[in-house]
């Protein structure tokens, strides 16, 4: 388990969602209700960066083509629009341990 380094709390509060770029890897980090989520930040459908949060912050939506994902699954729950058939259940998007350490977010990446 390797822990790295992000943003700090503070910054994601002020606005609830964010991709940040965390080594190769880019991650959406929200946080909703004081609870902490990370999850692959690159969509599935034609890579775009996720994003901003939707429906009260349950869902992340693809600013591309609309796709929305659910923050505390991953799992694909709109498709895109240029997409209306795509095979949502399997274009979920990985979801990441996340915690608090010291103001700063921190994530485990695999
Ligand atoms: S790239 Fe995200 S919906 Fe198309």
Redesign the pocket.
């Known amino acids: 388990m390797v822990w790295h380094k992000t943003i700090s709390l503070k910054a994601l509060e002020k606005v609830g969602g964010t991709s940040v770029k965390v080594g190769d890897n880019v991650v959406f980090l929200s946080t909703v209700n004081g609870k902490l989520h990370a999850m692959n930040g690159v ?6 960066i ?2 901003h949060l939707e429906h009260e912050g349950m869902n992340v939506k ?6 929305e994902f659910e923050i505390e699954s991953g799992k694909m729950v709109k ?5 209306p058939n795509a095979p949502m259940d399997k274009l979920g998007l990985s979801t990441y341990p996340v915690r608090e350490d010291k103001g700063f977010i921190e994530v485990d990446l695999p």
Not at 43 to 48: I, Q, T
Not at 62 to 67: E, L, M, V
Not at 79 to 83: G, K, N, T
């Open positions: 969509c599935s459908h034609a890579k775009c996720l994003g693809c600013i591309c083509h609309d796709a498709p895109p629009y240029v997409a």
